[in-house]
């Protein structure tokens, strides 16, 4: 039993950090177009960012189950596999993608306008001004991003149910199918300890930068 523990642990783990990963990088750069696009933002486009607007909230309002079932062809194509740990990294991403755009959508927007204003007087490009509203919303994108892992690791867990392996399969498949609650509830703990991990971690670096900032 142990052995199935430590190896559940780094299937959830694995799962969880590579889509944490990917999905950062692909909503950020969403959120940053969403941002830049708006009808306040430093390159206004109407089309661009209504189209981008819709597509991410479609993909906030399906349901997480629903949305694994429909990624699952996408997952064969580019993993070659429907079942196991790296599989679930597509949908996971997928489903992180539109929450992780609307975090740094509302972070940049809360960047001071005095901030962009200055930046743009004194001849800073577009990447220059991004760069800067990045580094000011930091702490905020930093709390955001430990949000967004937080609500993976449960994701992964219930990926469990359909073959995605990691600790919510076998607190499925060797605590709840075989009636041994100890079973079931010995991944659910671990899975609550990187939880707190997570935003301990997360917490931590959030008031470092924040402290170097306003230093």
């Known amino acids: 039993m142990q052995s199935l523990?430590?190896?559940?642990t780094f299937e959830t783990i694995y799962m969880v950090f590579f889509s944490s990963l990917l999905s950062t990088?692909?909503?950020?750069?969403?959120?940053?177009?969403?941002?830049?696009?708006?009808?306040?933002?430093?390159?206004?486009?109407?089309m661009i960012?209504?189209?981008?607007?819709?597509?991410?909230?479609?993909?906030?309002?399906?349901?997480?189950?629903?949305?694994?079932?429909?990624?699952?062809?996408?997952?064969k194509i580019l993993t070659g596999k429907m079942i196991g740990s790296t599989a679930a990294i597509i949908p996971l991403t997928v489903s992180a993608i539109?929450?992780?755009?609307?975090?740094?959508e509302n972070s940049l927007k809360e960047v001071d306008n005095g901030i962009v204003e200055a930046s743009i007087s004194m001849g800073s490009s577009n990447f220059q001004i991004i760069k800067i509203m990045l580094s000011e919303c930091l702490p905020a994108l930093i709390n955001g991003i430990t949000l967004t892992v937080i609500n993976l690791i449960g994701y992964s867990a219930m990926a469990g149910a359909i073959g995605a392996k990691g600790l919510g399969d076998l607190a499925i498949t060797y605590?709840?199918?075989?009636?041994?609650y100890l079973t079931m509830t010995i991944p659910v703990v671990i899975i609550i300890l990187l939880v707190q991990i997570v935003q301990v971690l997360g917490d931590f670096i959030s008031k470092k930068i924040n402290k170097k900032i306003n230093a």
Not at 98 to 104: D, E, L, M
Not at 175 to 180: P, T, V
């Open 5 to 8: 523990l430590i190896k559940a």
């Open 25 to 46: 990088i692909i909503g950020g750069i969403l959120g940053v177009i969403l941002v830049t696009t708006d009808k306040n933002g430093i390159n206004s486009n109407k």
């Open 49 to 75: 960012y209504s189209i981008l607007n819709f597509i991410v909230n479609i993909f906030r309002s399906v349901p997480f189950l629903i949305l694994i079932i429909y990624i699952l062809p996408v997952s």
């Open 98 to 104: 539109p929450f992780v755009a609307r975090i740094f």
């Open 175 to 180: 605590g709840y199918h075989r009636f041994q």
